[in-house]
């Protein structure tokens, strides 16, 4: 799904994403965006930031109540703080105009092809693989996060981050590994993406910084998870 009231530039992504061998729905409107969404349930949604009715953050917003589609957002605006915004509201990626139709196509590729028990191939991945970090259970294969007992609500992304460290949970991974783990070896941007969604999931799982729990930084290396206590 493309959303973008700019006609030339909606028309042009859809004739790529076509091109690819997608089925494309296009609006130019915040929210009949929203609307759409629930009509045609998108694989990925390729979201502007400008629009009519409801702006891009409220749109993802909206659609992360009911939707775990890709989102990547588009943003004329090149401000640090428009794009950590986009991304609080569960945006996977985004992208600053002017851009590269080819790398939107790209990006968009990478992600549907990550696989979706966590870094490995599902050759590799053991049935029923379930990590548990202190009162943290990560069910890999069912892509399911408690805490406590409670279910813990994260977007494709989000889990897939957490996945990639609990597969070795000692060993640290840097920025570039996990971006290369989650979003692809061909991914090109900012690799602080990465600690936007960490952000994310510490939020979600209560954790924070200064403890730990379940997520720890390594300053200066990357990220590994804690030890749950």
Known sequence: MVVEDE???????????????????????????????????????????????????????QLRTFSDAYVVM??????????????????????????????????????????RT?????????PGLIRSVGDLVIDVDGREVTVAGLPVSLTRTEFDVLAALARDPGVVLTRAQ??????????????HLVDVHIGHLRRKLGDDVVRGRYVRTVRGVGYRMGTGA
Not at 118 to 126: K, Q
Not at 178 to 190: F, K, M, Q
């Open 178 to 191: 996990l971006i290369e783990a989650v979003w692809g070896p061909s991914w090109t941007g900012d690799d």
């Open 74 to 115: 588009l943003t004329a605006r090149t401000e640090e703080i428009d794009t950590l915004i986009g991304l609080s509201v569960g945006a996977d990626d985004y992208m600053s105009k002017p851009f590269s139709p080819r790398e939107l196509m790209a990006r968009i590729q990478a992600m549907l092809r990550r696989p």
């Open 118 to 126: 966590g870094i490995a191939a599902p050759a590799e991945a053991a």
């Open 7 to 61: 006609a030339p530039l909606a028309n042009l992504i859809g004739s790529y994403l076509e091109r690819d061998g997608f089925e494309t729905a296009i609006t130019g409107d915040g929210a009949d965006a929203v609307t759409l969404a629930r009509q045609v349930d998108p694989d990925v949604v390729v979201l502007d930031l400008g629009l009519p009715h409801l702006d891009g953050v409220e749109v993802c917003r």
